[in-house]
Structure formats: C-alpha cells, structure tokens
Antibody, heavy 119, light 107 residues
C-alpha cells in the first residue's frame, strides 16, 4: 500500500520560503507523477503543480513565479519550495500521487500538513 | 483556466437518503472528471475517475455520470460514514482545477 507523508516547518515568516518534503513509502517514486495541492482555511482545494520522477514539472500559473517542485529518487521523496510567502499562503498542504491511465487522477494522498505564515 | 462549479455548496440529508451533487465545467472536459471525498483531518479519497469509473475499494452506492460540461455524483443510500465534503476535479488540461466542494451534513 502506497503511503505519503508530508514534513516540514509548520510556521514560516512572511517573505521567507516555505519548504516541504513528501516521503513515499510502500512503492517506488519512479514511473509516476507527483503533485502538491493546498487548502487554505475554510476554502477549497488548489493544485500547486506536479513533477514526473524524471524531473519534468508543470506548475499552476497563479503560483509559477514562486514555486519549485523537485524530486529525489534515491530517497523516494519529492519537495515543494514556495518563495516570498504571505498570509495568503497559509494552508494545509497535501502531496499526492498522480496516476495516468488514459485519464489522470490523484489516487494516493498524504494526510496534509498545516503551514501558517506569520511573524 | 477551466472553472469548476459545484452545487449545492452544502446539503443536509438523512441516513438512507439518495444524494446527488452536480459539477459543471466552464468548457468541455470530455470525461476528464474525478470525484473525491474529504473528511476533516484526513487525506482526500478518490471515489470516481473518468467521470463514471468507480475506484477500487469504493462502495458501489457511489456512482458518477456525465460528460462534456455537466457531471453528477450520486450516493444511492447515504451511510453515516459518508458525511464529508465532496470535490470534483478536472484533469482535461492544466492548471488542474477543483470545484468549490459540497459539504454533506447530517439532517
């Protein structure tokens, strides 16, 4: 059973960089796309971007200038960096596996990690 | 960006009720539509993919239909464990977008 676990600081100061890691267990990170999604308090889900295990990325244009997603296949991990954060970036951040089978779908998700942007 | 509009945003229902949630895309997305169930503090769970295909392990009381711009998620007989928020998602083209969610509450 594939499991994903987000990790990283729960508090980030405004203007700094939010950094999160997603560790994949129970399966290989290879041959899949991996994604980050977030949910601000009281709001819906927002797709941040995804990365293929080879390193190819696709980002949400609304965040593209501030986002970097990277992958470390040796550690079975992928990571998110979001720069110049503001209070609007306060959210629960989820990582997920993207399964492509004609259609694409997020078939495994992490439990999520709350990141608060505050001084 | 493709906008996904869900209705209603919330509903109250009783155990055993038939529940229908709709999702409308701002342009045709063919059948590139998924449905997720989300409970507080838990990971979202994939229920339906490709508009009408039931994800492995998901109870058969869940079903999806539609194509193009209009889609429906139906729960045939609501169970206590089904009280949650439901989201549709289009994967036709990036940026991948979600509907605003439908919160199903106990009546």
């Amino acid at each position: 059973q594939v499991q994903l676990q987000e990790s990283g600081p729960g508090l980030v100061k405004p203007s700094e960089t939010l950094s999160l890691t997603c560790t994949v267990s129970g399966g290989s990170i290879s041959s899949y796309y991996w994604s980050w999604i977030r949910q601000p308090p009281g709001k819906g889900l927002e797709w941040i971007g995804y990365i293929y295990y080879s390193g190819t990325t696709n980002y949400n244009p609304s965040l593209k200038s501030r986002v970097i997603i990277s992958v470390d296949t040796s550690k079975n991990q992928f990571s998110l960096k979001l720069s110049s954060v503001t209070a609007a970036d306060t959210a629960v951040y989820y990582c997920a596996r993207v399964y492509y089978g004609g259609n694409s779908m997020f078939d495994y998700w992490g439990q999520g990690i709350l990141v608060t942007v505050s001084s | 960006d493709i906008q996904m509009t869900q209705s209603p945003s919330s509903l109250s229902a009783s155990v055993g009720d038939r529940v229908t949630i709709t999702c409308r895309a701002s342009q045709s997305i063919r059948s590139y539509l998924n449905w997720y169930q989300h409970k507080p503090g838990k990971a979202p769970k994939l229920l339906i993919y490709a508009a009408s295909s039931l994800q492995s392990g998901v109870p058969s009381r869940f079903s999806g239909s539609g194509s193009g711009t209009d889609f429906t998620l139906t729960i045939s007989s609501l169970q206590p464990e089904d009280f949650a928020t439901y989201y549709c998602q289009q994967t036709y083209t990036p940026p991948l977008t979600f509907g605003g969610g439908t919160k199903v509450e106990i009546k």
